[in-house]
């Protein structure tokens, strides 16, 4: 017998219709002979009413009562989810946070589990029961309810797929599973059968929204198998695990992009030790957080130093950049906020050489100007303007190799 | 230094704007110098929402996981209100059921309150935070989430009070308190300032909905001091407490009535032992409630009984009397579903002779034929044909002095 995990994102339990659905392919598994736990999200759009009643309420809703406040909404779905099934003849019980319980740190709307106990949800499970847990939330050691911000249910439920060491952690959504980019640029995008947390994690932070990125951090860590996949249909998904052998036959496994950075560039710093202190560290005390980072080599003592910040955080990083730039001597401070980071993944690249180079060549072949570049063991991301965002990821798409034959593309 | 228990409805917290005009309520009795613990409802709408989601979901919602569903809106009131409180500078911490805790038995949405605990409240309101508890709603000894019923947050609040020993327990709702009638059918109606907690029982059962049962029955109990009053003016309203002196001399306190019960008669009944439980037991078994029973002495070995049922349940209770009718050899079921019940209800009555009378004398002047008497202590209830109801109330409101001189009464 099987113990399976799966978890319905806000859309597939977005309205009563839904939730039966939902219920049938619940039900289904657990004739199949699993034992069954389901971790479900709020109703789509109860999350952001909330949120909304909330900003109605005062400015800065106060962090303990805002999690209070959006907990209501995974309560409703398990209730509803769970009335659906025992009204279809099941044995099923809802659980919240504190009914399991999950402990979490009290960092609230963006706390972190730190122990699950699963001793309540095991026994009702020997007794043939469905539990469906509540995504999303759990309590701090006071007793007081604390999210795991949006998208948390994904880390709900590969938590409770991990402290109950169960088989698979099937993560249901509207799509089919992790693409090779984004269908709506690439038209031949196609499913990925299979891929490592490192390059699952490489593909989420740069810009495929399948999967909570803290959720892979997790599966990872507890070698908890992810499958991916539609709660509209049946057809297989993409398992998201531990690197394989057949991995690494493959160069590349996905392109992604991101246009929500802005670049920002400080010129003709001279290179001493602690320049990067003296103007990372008040971006940092402003909680913005910068992502690519590059430094030339230095010429006659003095260097240039590039890098992203979020473009909404922009307006606020560039008086802060300035102000450090002229406290260090520096030229003049430059910036840019049309551009894109494209970026190619892949664990095969380790063991292959001149990966980079031939995303160079297709880019220049397009011309496509680079204006920063920054690789990892599995990753290489280039800085370009942003209009020539979709040209891009269209031909490294197809330069190596990702275009499914079958697909007619239209472009 | 006095502790306030102060209980919001959910027409009183129904909008944001609403919720920010109950915070500044809440924090005038604070800076007031009271310790204050507020009970909110669900804002007005919402439980019915929650209801109409269960009822799309499946014929019959399974009770706990009603329960788990509509306690989810209280989760959200309480949560709007401590922001509110916060956002204006004031400490103020929500509470749910399970956080107090307050416990209950498991009588799934109609549970009753067994005991709570106030240590966590007591030591809040000692550091000086206005605590905020949902009402409606409990845990029973398994940590299941369970709801007192519809108005259960009445109960919530006058508990709450009883168990922290509070001055007063305040009962804020859509209207000035309670009124000598219906204001909607004797315009001269008007408000009473102090009531016996039996009185308020009596007109609460008889239809003058502005405080649920129960928690009158809990207040009686425990000797807590209900003061019912708008949460929309200052005005003092009505304080339902132990009966003094005062309330002697008023004869009767206030006109009732009730349009939703129809009448069953079972004609020529063998008069015997055993009678009674042979028609009344089958209707028990169908959760049935009977309110009046009256039987006529016995002619010649055969009596006449007369009940009334909720009209809801009329056409189920009606088949049901027929075959114990037959059983039991009586001759024949009458019945009739357009009846009213008109009560008066006063302390007073006990030392004052000549009031049912009184009663009787008025309706028969215009013209009311009276079906069935039933009286208790401090009580006369008749049931007529309902064309008359409103008549009836306004005829006994002036004979027993209850008209407001000062309003001009354009009936």
């Given at each position: 017998m099987a113990l399976v995990v799966q978890k319905y994102g806000g859309t597939s339990v977005g309205s009563v219709e839904k939730i039966k659905n939902v219920a049938r392919r619940v039900a289904r598994s657990y004739d199949e002979g699993n034992q069954v736990v389901v971790v479900v999200s709020a109703m789509a759009g109860e999350t952001d009413k909330l949120v909304g009643l909330a900003n109605e309420v005062c400015d800065i809703p106060d962090d303990r009562e805002y999690d209070v406040l959006v907990a209501s909404g995974e309560q409703v779905s398990i209730a509803l989810l769970s009335m659906a099934l025992k009204s279809m003849g099941y044995q099923a019980k809802s659980y919240l946070g504190w009914q399991i319980p999950i402990y979490t740190d009290?960092?609230?709307?963006?706390a972190r589990i730190k122990?699950?106990?699963?001793e309540n949800i095991r026994a009702d499970l020997e007794k043939g029961t469905i539990c469906i847990v509540a995504g999303f939330q759990g309590i701090d050691a006071d007793g007081n309810i604390a999210t795991l911000g949006r998208g948390g249910s994904d880390t709900s439920a590969v938590a409770v797929a991990a402290a109950m060491k169960a088989d698979v952690c099937e993560i249901y959504t509207d799509v089919d599973g992790v693409y090779t980019t984004d269908p709506r640029i690439v038209s031949a995008a196609s499913k990925i059968e299979k891929i490592s947390y490192d390059e699952m994690l490489e593909l989420a932070s740069l810009g495929?929204?399948?999967?909570q990125i803290r959720s892979v951090e997790f599966a990872k860590k507890y070698g908890v198998v992810i499958h991916v996949r539609s709660s509209f249909n049946d057809n297989l998904g993409t398992l998201v695990k531990e690197e394989d052998a057949d991995m690494e036959t493959v160069l590349v496994s996905g392109i992604s992009y991101n246009k929500n950075e802005a670049k920002i560039s400080v010129i003709r710093?001279?290179?001493?030790?602690g320049i990067a202190a003296a103007l990372f560290g008040p971006l940092s005390e402003a909680n913005i957080t910068v992502d690519m980072i590059i430094q030339n080599v230095s010429h006659d003592g003095f260097t240039d130093l590039t890098f992203t910040v979020p473009r909404t955080d922009f307006k606020k990083a560039l008086p802060i950049v300035e102000e450090s730039a002229a406290k260090i001597g520096a030229e003049k401070v430059q910036s840019d906020e049309s551009i894109a980071k494209v970026s190619i993944v892949g664990v095969g690249m380790r063991s292959h050489s001149g990966i980079a180079s031939k995303m160079f060549e297709t880019l220049s072949v397009e011309g496509v100007n680079i204006e920063m570049i920054s690789t990892s063991e599995i990753k290489v991301s280039c800085v370009i303007d942003d209009k020539y965002t979709e040209l891009a990821v269209r031909v490294l798409h197809k330069a190596f190799g990702l275009d499914d034959e079958s697909v007619k593309d239209e472009e």
């Amino acid at each position: 017998m099987a113990l399976v995990v799966q978890k319905y994102g806000g859309t597939s339990v977005g309205s009563v219709e839904k939730i039966k659905n939902v219920a049938r392919r619940v039900a289904r598994s657990y004739d199949e002979g699993n034992q069954v736990v389901v971790v479900v999200s709020a109703m789509a759009g109860e999350t952001d009413k909330l949120v909304g009643l909330a900003n109605e309420v005062c400015d800065i809703p106060d962090d303990r009562e805002y999690d209070v406040l959006v907990a209501s909404g995974e309560q409703v779905s398990i209730a509803l989810l769970s009335m659906a099934l025992k009204s279809m003849g099941y044995q099923a019980k809802s659980y919240l946070g504190w009914q399991i319980p999950i402990y979490t740190d009290d960092a609230h709307a963006k706390a972190r589990i730190k122990e699950i106990r699963d001793e309540n949800i095991r026994a009702d499970l020997e007794k043939g029961t469905i539990c469906i847990v509540a995504g999303f939330q759990g309590i701090d050691a006071d007793g007081n309810i604390a999210t795991l911000g949006r998208g948390g249910s994904d880390t709900s439920a590969v938590a409770v797929a991990a402290a109950m060491k169960a088989d698979v952690c099937e993560i249901y959504t509207d799509v089919d599973g992790v693409y090779t980019t984004d269908p709506r640029i690439v038209s031949a995008a196609s499913k990925i059968e299979k891929i490592s947390y490192d390059e699952m994690l490489e593909l989420a932070s740069l810009g495929a929204k399948v999967l909570q990125i803290r959720s892979v951090e997790f599966a990872k860590k507890y070698g908890v198998v992810i499958h991916v996949r539609s709660s509209f249909n049946d057809n297989l998904g993409t398992l998201v695990k531990e690197e394989d052998a057949d991995m690494e036959t493959v160069l590349v496994s996905g392109i992604s992009y991101n246009k929500n950075e802005a670049k920002i560039s400080v010129i003709r710093v001279p290179d001493k030790p602690g320049i990067a202190a003296a103007l990372f560290g008040p971006l940092s005390e402003a909680n913005i957080t910068v992502d690519m980072i590059i430094q030339n080599v230095s010429h006659d003592g003095f260097t240039d130093l590039t890098f992203t910040v979020p473009r909404t955080d922009f307006k606020k990083a560039l008086p802060i950049v300035e102000e450090s730039a002229a406290k260090i001597g520096a030229e003049k401070v430059q910036s840019d906020e049309s551009i894109a980071k494209v970026s190619i993944v892949g664990v095969g690249m380790r063991s292959h050489s001149g990966i980079a180079s031939k995303m160079f060549e297709t880019l220049s072949v397009e011309g496509v100007n680079i204006e920063m570049i920054s690789t990892s063991e599995i990753k290489v991301s280039c800085v370009i303007d942003d209009k020539y965002t979709e040209l891009a990821v269209r031909v490294l798409h197809k330069a190596f190799g990702l275009d499914d034959e079958s697909v007619k593309d239209e472009e």
